[in-house]
Structures are given as structure tokens and as C-alpha cells.
């Protein structure tokens, strides 16, 4: 009974900021995606694992209505898309390991490259209907509240653009990182507006450093890029 009470104590640890309580575990959460995040600019397969571990801690923060949390709203949205993450993670996590195998030692696990039209083509097309379908299920559940239109919208689109840059990631696209630049821009003013304050910091913070990320995986594209095969000489001269 001694170690569950020590659990207990710490799974709903409280810190309080000003007149806002917060958990503990959304702090820490948000610290392991940042470190993630670092690790993944770095082409680190570390990157995934330390990911999936953030990913736990959030979801008991956002999944409020299965656990104690002080928020007044539980998002549901945000709650699945750790799920997604989790299972995008694996896949990423065997992607970046499986490329590695093929690398000389040293060497980031893989090299950036921007998608091609076709994919492009294809992952907008994909996340338009997603969102669609996203924000009319996130209505139909409910959150439990009279929450207005533009909520469920909003939610759907943090979903769902979030998997597609973790996928985008994975992948080792560079599109990845203005994906999350638009996630940004519409999650952070709903995490503040719902009362998570640790994970909206981090989000606006993150934003600096998804731009950063931007520009050192588009200059590894450009500088490590495979170089195309010379043409051949003309067998006539």
C-alpha cells in the first residue's frame, strides 16, 4: 500500500501558478516533448521513444474525465491524438531504426528531403477530409459542456495535423516542421482558452524552435542530398 500511496501522490501532484493549479505530469509531459522534439532535429532515433513516454503523461492530462485533473474542460481531441502519436511513434521509431542500419556509424538516421508533389497532393488532401470527419465525430461525443462550433474545429484540426507531422517526421519530410507551425498556431490559443497552461507555454515556445528546426532540416536536404549519377559519355566519341 506504501508504493501505490506514493503513486497516488505523485500522479496528482499540483503546482500552483497564481490562481491556476496545474499538474505536475503536464509539465513533465510537455518536458519529454521537447526533448523529443530536440532529439528529432537532430535526426536522433532517440527521438521517438523519449516522445511516446511525454505522450502517457498528456494523455492522463487531457483524458480529464477519466482522470483527476484540475481543468475545467477535458479535450478530447487532444487526448486521442496522443494515442495517434503512440502508434505513429512506433512506426517512426522502426522507420528511423531500419534506415540507421544502412548508415555509416555516426550518422543522423536519416537525411530530409522534401515531399514530392504527389505526396503532397496527397497529405493535404487527406488532412482536409480527416478534419472534416474529425470535428463532426469530436461533436457527436461531446466534451460534456455547451461547447461552441468553432471548438470542435479546432480540435479536429490539432488532431489531426498533428499526426500528419509526426507521420511527415517519420518519413523525414521537412514539411513536417510547417505542419507544426500551423498545429501551433491554432493550439495554443485553445489550450489557454481551456486552462493548460504548461502545454500552451510550451507550444508557443515550441513554435521558435520549430522554425529553427526548419531551417537546419532544409539546409541538410539541400547539403545531403544524394547526389544525381553523372551521364554517361557518348560510346561514340
Given at each position: 500500500?506504501?508504493?501505490?500511496?506514493?503513486?497516488n501522490d505523485l500522479f496528482t501532484a499540483e503546482l500552483q501558478l497564481g490562481q491556476h493549479t496545474i499538474l505536475?505530469?503536464?509539465?513533465?509531459?510537455?518536458?519529454?516533448?521537447?526533448?523529443?522534439?530536440?532529439?528529432?532535429?537532430?535526426?536522433?532515433?532517440?527521438?521517438?521513444?523519449?516522445?511516446?513516454?511525454g505522450n502517457v503523461f498528456l494523455f492522463t492530462v487531457f483524458m480529464g474525465v477519466w482522470f483527476a485533473t484540475p481543468q475545467?474542460?477535458?479535450?478530447?481531441?487532444?487526448?486521442?491524438?496522443q494515442v495517434f502519436f503512440i502508434i505513429t511513434s512506433v512506426y517512426g521509431w522502426w522507420a528511423w531504426n531500419k534506415s540507421l542500419r544502412t548508415r555509416a556509424k555516426g550518422e543522423p538516421a536519416i537525411t530530409p528531403r522534401w515531399a514530392s508533389a504527389r505526396e503532397r497532393t496527397a497529405y493535404l488532401l487527406a488532412a482536409?477530409?480527416?478534419?472534416?470527419?474529425c470535428q463532426w465525430i469530436f461533436q457527436?461525443?461531446?466534451?460534456?459542456w455547451p461547447a461552441p462550433d468553432w471548438y470542435y474545429w479546432t480540435d479536429a484540426w490539432i488532431f489531426v495535423g498533428s499526426i500528419l507531422a509526426t507521420y511527415?517526421?517519420?518519413?523525414?519530410?521537412?514539411?513536417f516542421w510547417l505542419v507544426w507551425i500551423a498545429v501551433?498556431?491554432?493550439g495554443v490559443p485553445l489550450l489557454w482558452h481551456s486552462g493548460y497552461y504548461p502545454s500552451a507555454i510550451m507550444y508557443a515556445a515550441y513554435g521558435a524552435f520549430v522554425a529553427w528546426g526548419f531551417f537546419v532540416w532544409r539546409r541538410a536536404a539541400r547539403d545531403e542530398a544524394p547526389q544525381a549519377a553523372p551521364a554517361l559519355a557518348d560510346s561514340t566519341t
Amino acid at each position: 500500500m506504501h508504493v501505490v500511496d506514493v503513486w497516488n501522490d505523485l500522479f496528482t501532484a499540483e503546482l500552483q501558478l497564481g490562481q491556476h493549479t496545474i499538474l505536475w505530469r503536464e509539465v513533465v509531459g510537455n518536458l519529454f516533448g521537447i526533448a523529443s522534439a530536440i532529439l528529432g532535429m537532430r535526426r536522433l532515433v532517440w527521438a521517438w521513444p523519449v516522445g511516446i513516454i511525454g505522450n502517457v503523461f498528456l494523455f492522463t492530462v487531457f483524458m480529464g474525465v477519466w482522470f483527476a485533473t484540475p481543468q475545467e474542460h477535458s479535450l478530447f481531441g487532444q487526448a486521442a491524438r496522443q494515442v495517434f502519436f503512440i502508434i505513429t511513434s512506433v512506426y517512426g521509431w522502426w522507420a528511423w531504426n531500419k534506415s540507421l542500419r544502412t548508415r555509416a556509424k555516426g550518422e543522423p538516421a536519416i537525411t530530409p528531403r522534401w515531399a514530392s508533389a504527389r505526396e503532397r497532393t496527397a497529405y493535404l488532401l487527406a488532412a482536409a477530409g480527416l478534419v472534416v470527419l474529425c470535428q463532426w465525430i469530436f461533436q457527436q461525443v461531446g466534451v460534456g459542456w455547451p461547447a461552441p462550433d468553432w471548438y470542435y474545429w479546432t480540435d479536429a484540426w490539432i488532431f489531426v495535423g498533428s499526426i500528419l507531422a509526426t507521420y511527415a517526421m517519420a518519413r523525414g519530410w521537412v514539411d513536417f516542421w510547417l505542419v507544426w507551425i500551423a498545429v501551433d498556431l491554432v493550439g495554443v490559443p485553445l489550450l489557454w482558452h481551456s486552462g493548460y497552461y504548461p502545454s500552451a507555454i510550451m507550444y508557443a515556445a515550441y513554435g521558435a524552435f520549430v522554425a529553427w528546426g526548419f531551417f537546419v532540416w532544409r539546409r541538410a536536404a539541400r547539403d545531403e542530398a544524394p547526389q544525381a549519377a553523372p551521364a554517361l559519355a557518348d560510346s561514340t566519341t
